[in-house]
């Protein structure tokens, strides 16, 4: 199945329709569909996108309204791609982070010694 085939399974519509006739059946839905979605993912993308739609629930429920929400999830997400530890910082210098990986200092490792029986 391609990128159109999967889009065009949703009907803008009616999403617009139940957001704003039945707002509670609405929330559901998108409930429903962001956890089918999260289901479908890798097991290891998993936590990073429940912790990134817990921000987004968090930050809907204290905007003010819809276009606030809109403006400071797309702000977070121009951050996460411009801001320093963001992924162009990352794509342009590579060599750097490596570098700063290789520099890190090493753990140190203790040695223990086993317990000698009483024997």
Do not use: Y
Request: hydrophobic content about 35%; proline content about 6%.
């Amino acid at each position: 199945m391609n990128e159109e085939e999967k889009t065009s399974d949703f009907d803008f519509d009616l999403w617009s329709k139940m957001a704003q006739e039945e707002p509670e059946k609405f929330e559901l839905m998108r409930q429903q569909l962001i956890d089918d979605l999260i289901a479908q993912a890798p097991e290891h993308f998993k936590p990073r996108m429940i912790g990134l739609q817990w921000q987004v629930d968090q930050v809907r429920k204290q905007a003010i309204n819809p276009m606030a929400t809109c403006s400071q999830i797309s702000r977070k997400m121009w951050n996460n791609v411009l801001g320093e530890n963001g992924l162009l910082n990352a794509l342009q210098e590579p060599k750097k982070i490596l570098s700063t990986l290789e520099k890190a200092p090493a753990g140190k490792i203790l040695s223990f010694e086993r317990p000698k029986s009483g024997k």
